[in-house]
């Protein structure tokens, strides 16, 4: 196995997000690897022939990311400290549009990485359906090995 230098982590802002991202920075200081934190905001242009929207869309679009940076900038400033302290000698978080599985994969390639760390449940219900499971596309068309944490698993009783 390759050294592990860059950590990849999504983040969708959920309950279980900084549970995740700390998760992610043990996992990234264990090997003394650079953090990435990254968002997707799903790219709804490709359903624009599915319904009218209320406003524009191109507005709509911007909007959003420029609501989910700040998000973004707000959620890496609080997860700094934990980072730090797990030995990552570097974080970094970004901001991407796209297909979340898509754009989580061109991603990682992109910058390098050795590993992708994810929870194993953002979407729910009708969402789940209507975009499937972002976990198990990424699981299945990584270029690097992926850990996913279940964030609604009890601790299973490791280690003191």
Not at 39 to 56: I, K, L
Not at 133 to 148: E, F, I, M, N, R
């Amino acid at each position: 196995m390759q050294e592990i230098k860059i950590v990849v982590t999504p983040i969708d802002f959920s309950d279980n997000a900084k549970m995740i991202a700390d998760s992610a920075a043990y996992v990234a200081g264990k090997f003394g690897a650079e953090l990435h934190l990254v968002f997707v905001a799903q790219n709804f242009e490709d359903y624009s022939g599915f319904f009218v929207p209320p406003v524009n869309l191109p507005n709509l679009t911007k909007d959003l990311l420029e609501s989910a940076q700040q998000k973004m900038e707000e959620f890496a400033e609080s997860c700094r400290e934990q980072a730090a302290a797990a030995g990552v000698p570097a974080l970094r978080s970004h901001v991407l549009t796209g297909d979340v599985a898509e754009e989580i994969i061109n991603y990682a390639k992109e910058v390098r990485s050795n590993m992708i760390v994810m929870g194993t449940h953002g979407y729910k219900g009708l969402e789940r359906i209507m975009f499937g499971s972002v976990a198990d596309k990424v699981v299945k068309t990584a270029c690097c090995p992926v850990l996913t944490i279940n964030p609604y698993r009890q601790d299973c009783g490791g280690q003191d």
